[in-house]
């Protein structure tokens, strides 16, 4: 008998502690395995050699004060190749969306969009925020976006998503007579913000993923603000 129960005994635990297990879990984890068995499935299909989904978490939004939700949405963080991403999986559309490629989708839109301006970007300091318009937040981008500058050459200004431009430019740099409304006529949801120096100022040093700070920064209009030593001098587009 006695040796019967040593045989039996850790089998009762086991099935015991599955058991359990079941009854703690709740729909909020339940999600959050079904998401992270969605981004391992997708990261199967990448060209890597290794990969790992560490971590997964179904958000949570707050429709009202009084209220606390489950959204369809769950994230994380993976590792490709040793690198670290953040992800977010919609769990009913089956739509992956990660931070992989998006500093790459920044930095063509910032050179495409400065192109148009006619601006110079080696002789100028910005930046460029890109927001998906279905995307949970303004880090991420579709994961099925593979070549991103490729993606920002064709897509740009196409609705698919909004660019937003930061710029400080020196006076020498400004087009004759300034920007003109026609110089973003078909920039869609896209935006650009223009900051012009004095001549001979030395421009501000801007960290990548740094917001400007500057409180003056209108929606571009073709409206001119020049920074001076008395502060900022504004020329309404005439």
């Not at 992270?36 to 989904?53: F, H, W």
């Not at 925020?129 to 976006?145: K, S, Y």
Request: glycine letters at 8%; aromatic letters at 10%; proline letters at 5%.
């Amino acid at each position: 008998m006695k040796r019967f129960l040593r045989f039996i005994a850790p089998i009762l635990a086991i099935t015991l502690a599955l058991c359990c297990a079941g009854c703690f879990s709740t729909p909020e984890s339940r999600q959050a395995q079904e998401g992270k068995a969605m981004m391992e499935a997708y990261l199967k299909t990448r060209d890597a050699k290794k990969v790992s989904v560490d971590s997964a978490k179904t958000e949570r939004d707050r429709p009202a004060p009084d209220r606390i939700e489950m959204t369809e949405f769950v994230f994380g963080k993976y590792r490709i190749d040793g690198a670290e991403y953040e992800y977010f999986v919609n769990v009913k559309t089956g739509e992956i969306f990660t931070t992989e490629r998006m500093a790459d989708l920044k930095a063509a839109c910032y050179d495409l969009m400065c192109a148009e301006l006619g601006v110079d970007p080696a002789r100028c300091e910005g930046l460029c925020n890109v927001d998906f318009i279905d995307a949970p937040r303004d880090t991420l981008l579709p994961a099925e976006i593979e070549d991103a500058a490729a993606y920002a050459r064709e897509h740009l200004h196409s609705g698919a998503f909004g660019a937003y431009l930061w710029l400080v430019c020196p006076a020498s740099e400004v087009p004759p007579g300034g920007w003109t409304a026609e110089d973003t006529a078909n920039w869609n949801h896209d935006e650009a913000r223009i900051c012009v120096m004095p001549a001979g100022e030395a421009l501000p040093e801007i960290g990548n993923g740094v917001y400007l700070g500057y409180t003056y920064f209108q929606n571009f209009t073709g409206d001119k603000y020049v920074l001076t030593a008395a502060g900022v001098e504004y020329t309404p587009q005439k």
